[in-house]
């Protein structure tokens, strides 16, 4: 059995195929009728060769996505520069950096400073006022000690220190040969101010008149140094006892400075140790008591009564004897000033009879 080679048609022994290839391939030859067998094609046709194998082509990788070109409506346009904008772009050079204004300080050569010396400025300043503040803080933190210290005096005076008060002016007084000081140790306010008005009253003026009680006192010391202590004198008293006041000396004292108009609020009974001396060991020293009276209004002053200046005359006796006539001849010139007070001489003053 044979097949059409050209459509695979079966055929019979000796037949032609007529399908039109066969036909086609048959009328073109211009041949004799080959007499030879015709081509055989078995029943099963041969196998075709397989196929080399081909190798999978690597994975080829995926194209990033590329955005799409924006639309006409989705262009954004810049924004126009703002009035502050254009005026920095105005004060800057082209590279950007700033244009030195017109208030930046030139140097001896006519250039301008630099950026950096404006840095070393504000450094220099901020310097100056981290040192202002640490000096500030120390003067705060000594003013907060000074406000201590008063305050801790103020207490002291409260609780009864200012008894001592009167005694340290009397002794200031007499070796600083400052009047007014002893005028105070034993006057209230209210009598040194109806002095006051005496003084104006005589149309002289209450400085004129301390000053020659200054002067007065400086002879006196003059006298007393050369006389009796021959050199500096030195006049100490140190209290060693305090007492309170007993109701009747209380009611004494209290008549005594009614006539003053003041009340007093208390008193202290105060034994002093008081010496005065001079050169080369000369000296005279004793104990005496006098009053410290506080009075409403008026701070502290001493109160001596009969008993006092009998004393202070025992201890200074014989100073008194032997300088007291010079001393009271002395006082002649300064008779008005001392008769302000009542006084008629420099023991007088002291309440030494």
């Not at 055989?40 to 080829?60: F, H, K, R, S, Y």
């Not at 640490?134 to 003067?139: A, E, I, P, T, V």
Request: charged share 35%; net charge negative.
């Amino acid at each position: 059995m044979a097949f059409c080679k050209y459509c695979g048609k079966k055929l019979e022994d000796g037949e032609r195929c007529d399908c039109p290839k066969a036909a086609a391939a048959a009328g073109s030859r211009e041949l004799p009728e080959s007499t030879a067998a015709p081509e055989i094609i078995p029943d099963e046709l041969p196998g075709e060769p397989e196929a080399p194998d081909i190798p999978e082509a690597p994975d080829v990788p995926e194209a990033p996505d590329i955005p799409a070109a924006p639309e006409e409506n989705d262009i954004h346009e810049p924004d126009p520069p703002t009035a502050d904008e254009l005026k920095g772009a105005a004060e800057s050079y082209p590279d950007g950096s700033p244009v030195a204004s017109d208030d930046t300080d030139a140097g001896a050569d006519g250039d301008t400073e630099s950026i950096s010396g404006k840095d070393d400025k504000n450094d220099k300043k901020k310097n100056k006022n981290s040192s202002g503040g640490y000096l500030k803080g120390g003067l705060l933190f000594a003013a907060a000690v000074i406000a201590l210290i008063l305050l801790i005096g103020v207490l002291f005076a409260l609780l009864g220190g200012g008894y001592k008060t009167p005694v340290k002016k009397l002794v200031s007084g007499v070796n600083k040969c400052r009047s007014e000081r002893i005028i105070e140790a034993f006057f209230p306010e209210s009598r040194i101010t109806e002095f006051q008005e005496q003084v104006e009253d005589d149309e002289s003026s209450w400085k004129d008149v301390t000053a020659e009680l200054d002067e007065y006192l400086s002879n006196t010391k003059d006298i007393l140094e050369d006389e009796y202590f021959e050199g500096k004198m030195k006049v100490k008293a140190e209290v060693i006892d305090r007492d309170k006041v007993g109701k009747t000396t209380l009611r004494t004292i209290r008549k005594v400075f009614d006539e003053y108009e003041e009340e007093v609020s208390k008193a202290y009974k105060l034994k002093l140790q008081l010496t005065v001396t001079g050169k080369d060991g000369v000296e005279e020293s004793g104990r005496v008591n006098v009053y410290s009276v506080k009075l409403k209004g008026s701070g502290w002053v001493l109160y001596a009564d009969e008993k006092t200046t009998d004393k202070l005359g025992s201890i200074l006796r014989s100073v008194v004897e032997e300088t007291g006539s010079e001393i009271s001849q002395a006082a002649v010139g300064y008779r008005d000033v001392l008769s302000v007070f009542g006084w008629s001489d420099a023991f007088d003053m002291l309440y030494i009879y």
